[in-house]
């Protein structure tokens, strides 16, 4: 507006004439007659759902279970020392009164040893119908056995990452893992229990927390 100012007193002390600067009181019929935009009601509309972060489902745990029956307990790893099976199997032999169903996926064959000890030691604690080994299994029915769990436990006695714990996170699954190695790291505190390594008793006080969120 400045610049149009000097250029009228330009013009004034030349003589000319000063163009017409207003806007043309008659709209053009072909700016009439355009429609008028469609204005949305943003007041009107949902507020989007908060997404659910893999694993952060704190107490209560399991409010929004959709399925009835036994709590599903997953476990996944090769049954080695180093995973801390028979220690998870002790640890759930004192919560009997608690409706729960363990399943174990990975390799029964990498240490025989381990494998009927842990077979043995669910026969000792009657628990053979409470806990299923099913062994190495393909991509597709791990990913289904995630998806059909309610939990996800592995008391390792070390990890350098934990990538079945990431794995369980990934769905949405609070995890029960020890503080062995790197899990702490990988396992946010938020999204889990943590126990020492080797500490039944601590294990299963954790077990016994989760699975009294569902009584």
Same mark, same amino acid.
């Given at each position: 507006e400045k610049q149009q100012r000097v250029v009228e007193k330009r013009l004034k002390k030349l003589g000319a004439p000063v163009p017409e600067t207003h806007a043309p009181s008659v709209i053009p019929e072909e700016l009439a007659n355009r429609p008028k935009p469609k204005v949305v009601d943003t007041t009107a509309? =949902? &507020?989007? $759902? =908060?997404?659910?972060k893999p694993g952060t489902a704190k107490p209560g745990w399991f409010a929004t279970r959709h399925t009835s029956g036994p709590l599903q307990l997953l476990s996944v790893g090769s049954v080695t020392p180093r995973? /801390?099976?028979?220690m998870l199997v002790t640890a759930l032999a004192g919560l009997l009164a608690f409706d729960w169903h363990l399943t174990c996926v990975g390799s029964l064959t990498r240490d025989p040893a381990t494998a009927t000890a842990l077979q043995v030691a669910l026969h000792s604690h009657r628990l053979e119908h409470r806990v299923t080994l099913r062994g190495e299994q393909p991509a597709a029915a791990l990913a289904a056995a995630y998806? $059909? $769990?309610d939990m996800f436990v592995l008391p390792s006695y070390h990890e350098g990452y934990g990538m079945a714990h990431a &794995? $369980?996170?990934?769905? /949405?699954?609070? #995890?029960?893992a020890s503080t062995g190695g790197a899990l =702490?790291?990988? #396992?946010p505190a938020e999204a889990s229990l943590l126990v020492l390594p080797g500490d039944t008793a601590a294990l299963r006080e954790a077990l016994r927390r989760l699975l009294s969120d569902t009584a």
């Open positions: 509309l =949902p &507020e989007p $759902a =908060p997404k659910k995973k /801390g099976h028979l998806q $059909a $769990a &794995e $369980a996170l990934s769905h /949405g699954l609070p #995890v029960i =702490p790291d990988t #396992v």
